[in-house]
């Protein structure tokens, strides 16, 4: 009932003025976002690098409502491809398709899109599309489908384990050659779309995960690069110790070595895990928001973990 809660909140145009205009919210809001300005990110991205950990880095920003605003973001997220190229940090770069006009205008985000790609190729970088809400996905896979028939191999997913889809759609873009970011997922779905049950949701992890470490063992399977910009195939995107351990089981069991996939955790959640992760030689990727329209990815977040609803109301009785 809370997480449905807050995640309708995320999406409540009302909420968001009013709690964007409420000075201790945004303090404690930064904790899980590296700061409003690209400057700001980089210099965290150059933390984590100095902590044995690599990067993806992402714009927030949703829904855009104008062909001027989705062409202006593109415009931005290549500047960060530049800056990432320029400063040389270790990350690439994620990216939601609803920033840049999906909602929009199909046609229009398919140019952005490839306009990004072209420039992240041309740079030797790798972006990642980020899955949203069930409304998405169909227009979501084919616009990844239709990149990669262009030519772009510069290009990953991710899959949402509590969409009952998520194993099909894997297949499928595992054929395809696709490497792939597996998360929970942090959207209210119905249950006729997704399992309602948090254990059917962490059982259907498990299995997708299996299937993705799989089909990394395989000979051509790419292996993470130096620069950390370009992944191997299987990511697993959770802070759920039970299922980072069963990951690392498994990919032991069958040989996979620990450049073959990466574990992904988000900026300001579980440092603690983090570091452990490092010290036992796995490939670490901190996803890393930055930007000034933090509130719906805040509220996602807030609904994911009751700990960290906790930590922000006990900071917002600190002086």
Not at 149 to 173: F, H, I, P
Not at 279 to 292: A, Q
Request: glycine letters at 6%; a neutral charge.
């Amino acid at each position: 009932m809370l997480r449905n809660l807050l995640i309708y909140l995320s999406k409540a145009e009302w909420m968001r003025k009013t709690v964007m205009e409420w000075g201790i919210v945004r303090k404690v809001a930064l904790r899980f976002v590296a700061g409003e300005t690209l400057v700001e990110a980089i210099e965290v991205v150059k933390q984590l690098n100095k902590a044995g950990m690599i990067a993806t880095l992402d714009q927030l920003g949703e829904d855009t409502d104008s062909e001027e605003i989705a062409r202006s973001t593109g415009e931005h997220i290549i500047r960060i491809l530049n800056t990432i190229e320029k400063s040389g940090v270790k990350s690439n770069l994620s990216l939601k398709l609803n920033q840049i006009g999906l909602s929009l205008d199909y046609d229009l985000c398919v140019e952005i899109l490839e306009d990004i790609l072209k420039h992240a190729q041309s740079l030797g970088n790798f972006v990642r599309i980020d899955m949203e809400d069930s409304t998405c996905v169909n227009k979501t896979i084919r616009i990844y489908q239709l990149m990669r028939d262009k030519g772009y191999d510069n290009v990953g997913m991710v899959m949402q384990s509590y969409l009952y889809r998520c194993e099909e759609d894997t297949r499928v873009l595992l054929d395809q050659g696709c490497t792939i970011r597996l998360v929970k997922g942090a959207y209210k779905e119905p249950a006729h779309i997704a399992y309602p049950k948090k254990s059917d949701v962490d059982h259907n992890f498990l299995h997708v995960m299996k299937i993705l470490l799989e089909a990394s063992l395989k000979e051509e399977a790419p292996t993470l690069s130096e620069d950390g910009k370009w992944p191997a195939i299987p990511a697993a995107g959770t802070h759920d110790g039970n299922i980072i351990n069963f990951t690392k089981e498994y990919a032991t069991k069958i040989g996979l070595p620990k450049n073959k996939l990466e574990i992904q955790l988000l900026f300001g959640i579980r440092r603690d895990l983090q570091e452990s992760l490092v010290k036992e030689g796995y490939p670490v990727r901190i996803y890393v928001p930055f930007g000034t329209e933090w509130y719906p990815y805040f509220m996602r977040r807030l609904a994911e973990r009751p700990a960290n609803i906790w930590f922000f109301i006990s900071n917002l009785f600190k002086k």
